[in-house]
């Protein structure tokens, strides 16, 4: 056996445990946010049993400025949503009026380091794949909603691997260290753990997006406070027309700026 051989071997071993351990940590992640997200969902839906109104129009008001975000920094980015995609962009940072509040599977190939013009290209088909307005039902829209909030605060952050992750795509820097593994069973091992660790950087942006959300706000109120009683819900009722007042005024900010760039151009 050459040293070769048994270096390998050790290599195979380490990387079976870290995978192991990789394994563990998303099972938990992922138990988390199917729990959460859950009990969100059957908040929800007990918030629309009693103020069906003011939970959609949060909902459609959410959604819309996550979209709007969206189309504004396409547009600044010279990457509009509705043409063929092509890699060509801007490198100035986008402008993005500042609104309080909230902010905010393999579809590229792949791409070189760092390359700013490819995040945009990434962040493009994102918006595309999880867009609210084709979502069907209120369950798959909020949780396009989510992943709008997910993808919008990565690129806000210039965060190039969060985009990866939420796209299910190793990033280029991995890709070209698993290409430099010689050994295949070692790079096959190496590629396991980092899809999921991958996943599991994925499923946390997701909790995170999902805990911005209004009603999700609401409901963790809801579980030291309780619910009983009219007042309770008076209180949520007024919560939910400020927050949907707020959204719209949002919206409206950025439909106008979108405007003044589209009359501009």
């Known amino acids: 056996?050459?040293?070769?051989?048994?270096?390998?071997?050790?290599?195979?071993?380490?990387?079976?445990?870290?995978?192991?351990?990789?394994?563990?940590?998303?099972?938990?992640?992922?138990?988390?946010?199917?729990?959460?997200?859950?009990?969100?969902?059957?908040?929800?839906?007990?918030?629309?049993?009693?103020?069906?109104?003011?939970?959609?129009?949060?909902?459609?008001?959410?959604?819309?400025?996550?979209?709007?975000?969206?189309?504004?920094?396409?547009?600044?980015?010279?990457?509009?949503?509705?043409?063929?995609?092509?890699?060509?962009?801007?490198?100035?940072?986008?402008?993005?009026?500042?609104?309080?509040?909230?902010?905010?599977?393999?579809?590229?190939?792949?791409?070189?380091?760092?390359?700013?013009?490819?995040?945009?290209?990434?962040?493009?088909?994102?918006?595309?794949?999880?867009?609210?307005?084709?979502?069907?039902?209120?369950?798959?829209?909020?949780?396009?909603?989510?992943?709008?909030?997910?993808?919008?605060?990565?690129?806000?952050a210039g965060d190039g691997q969060r985009l990866y992750d939420l796209a299910g795509e190793l990033n280029p820097q991995e890709l070209v260290a698993l290409r430099q593994i010689e050994a295949r069973e070692v790079r096959q091992w190496r590629e396991k753990v980092l899809k999921c660790q991958r996943r599991q950087r994925k499923v946390t942006q997701q909790l995170v997006a999902l805990r911005q959300e209004n009603i999700a706000r609401l409901w963790r109120k809801a579980q030291t406070t309780g619910t009983e009683g009219e007042n309770w819900w008076d209180e949520i009722a007024r919560e939910l027309a400020e927050t949907r007042a707020r959204l719209e005024g949002e919206v409206a900010q950025l439909q106008e700026a979108i405007a003044q760039m589209t009359n501009g151009q």
């Open 1 to 156: 056996m050459t040293k070769l051989t048994i270096t390998s071997q050790q290599q195979i071993r380490d990387l079976e445990a870290e995978f192991e351990a990789a394994r563990l940590a998303l099972q938990a992640a992922e138990a988390v946010l199917a729990q959460e997200a859950a009990a969100v969902n059957a908040f929800r839906m007990h918030c629309r049993l009693r103020l069906d109104k003011l939970v959609d129009g949060v909902l459609a008001a959410y959604a819309t400025k996550q979209n709007l975000i969206a189309q504004l920094r396409l547009q600044t980015a010279d990457v509009p949503l509705a043409e063929e995609s092509h890699p060509l962009g801007s490198d100035d940072p986008e402008h993005i009026p500042h609104l309080e509040g909230e902010t905010a599977e393999e579809l590229v190939p792949y791409l070189l380091p760092r390359d700013k013009a490819a995040e945009k290209q990434l962040y493009r088909e994102l918006v595309k794949k999880f867009h609210p307005d084709l979502a069907e039902g209120a369950m798959t829209k909020a949780y396009a909603t989510t992943m709008m909030v997910a993808i919008n605060n990565a690129y806000e």
